[in-house]
């Protein structure tokens, strides 16, 4: 009976460990694989960025740009700037401030030259039209005004006009020729001719001219026209205007400084200038366009 039943005690007893021995090893393993996956995790979490750069690069052969994690608040405020696109327009940008650098240099070189093309002509339209003057025997002044690039040759009103009339005379046209024949040699020089006229501070109120507004525009609009008539100069550079009595060039308290106010002016714009910089200004602006749409 001791037999027997000690027998019983060990079989029960030896199945009972051996049950336990096999959950141990189960529980045993998931354990391990448990520690294992939160070790990887772990070392993922930790990882040596530059490590991970050249890593990512072994693959892909490009340059990798780390970027900073951002908190949800940053991310908000300032959002991640885009990689790609902004280095391309960088230097883009910097192509295009070179070029507008040298448009810059280049465009302050050609209003140097123009300039100094401005004056010679300037000069040379001076001694040119001092010598028709003098030759022809015109009774005119001239002066040069190098800062505004004009030069004015002012005639009296009595050499073409009649006192309170604004018709030229027949004995003012060999005059009139010879203004034209000197405006024509200097034709390549000047950009604009005015024709100015001018009355001095006596009122007029006739029919015909009820002030001297009316005056001295049929004055300007007549020279112009008879110049218009001959034909040797460009008329798309004619200019007539009428001052009447406000730009006088001397007080109206003598006769004879009321016979300086009577007068005809022509005025050379001697300066291609402002045609030479709109001009620069729209090879500019072309330039500029070109390259921002590259």
């Known amino acids: 009976m001791s037999s027997a039943s000690e027998r019983r005690k060990n079989s029960g007893g030896g199945g009972d460990e051996g049950g336990g021995a096999n959950w141990m090893d189960t529980y045993g393993d998931l354990v391990t694989l448990l520690l294992t996956f939160f070790v990887l995790l772990f070392s993922f979490s930790t990882i040596d960025a530059e490590k991970w750069k050249a890593l990512v690069g072994s693959f892909t052969g490009v340059t990798v740009i780390g970027v900073e994690p951002l908190s949800p608040e940053i991310a908000i405020e300032e959002p991640i700037p885009k990689i790609g696109p902004p280095i391309l327009q960088l230097r883009i940008d910097e192509d295009i401030d070179a070029e507008e650098a040298n448009i810059s240099e280049d465009s302050s070189d050609i209003e ?3 300039l100094n093309n401005t004056i010679s002509n300037l000069h040379e339209i001076y001694e040119t039209l001092s010598g028709y003057i003098v030759i022809g025997g015109i009774d005119a002044d001239i002066e040069m005004i190098e800062d505004e690039h004009i030069i004015r040759v002012i005639i009296p009103d009595l050499v073409f006009f009649e006192t309170g009339s604004a018709v030229v005379r027949p004995e003012a046209y060999p005059i009139l020729d010879t203004v034209i024949e000197m405006f024509h040699k200097v034709d390549h020089m000047y950009s604009m001719l005015r024709v100015e006229g001018h009355t001095d501070s006596r009122p007029i109120n006739t029919a015909q001219y009820p002030s001297n507004w009316h005056v001295s525009v049929f004055r300007a609009v007549n020279v112009v026209e008879y110049i218009r008539e001959d034909g040797r100069l460009d008329t798309t550079r004619l200019v007539a205007l009428g001052y009447g009595e406000e730009h006088p060039v001397a007080p109206n308290d003598t006769p004879e400084n009321m016979a300086l106010n009577r ?19 729209l090879l500019s602006r072309n330039q500029n366009s070109e390259l921002r749409t590259r």
């Open 263 to 281: 007068r005809v002016e022509f005025v050379v714009e001697a300066s291609s200038q402002r045609e030479e910089n709109a001009g620069l200004r």
């Open 112 to 114: 140097d030259t123009a």
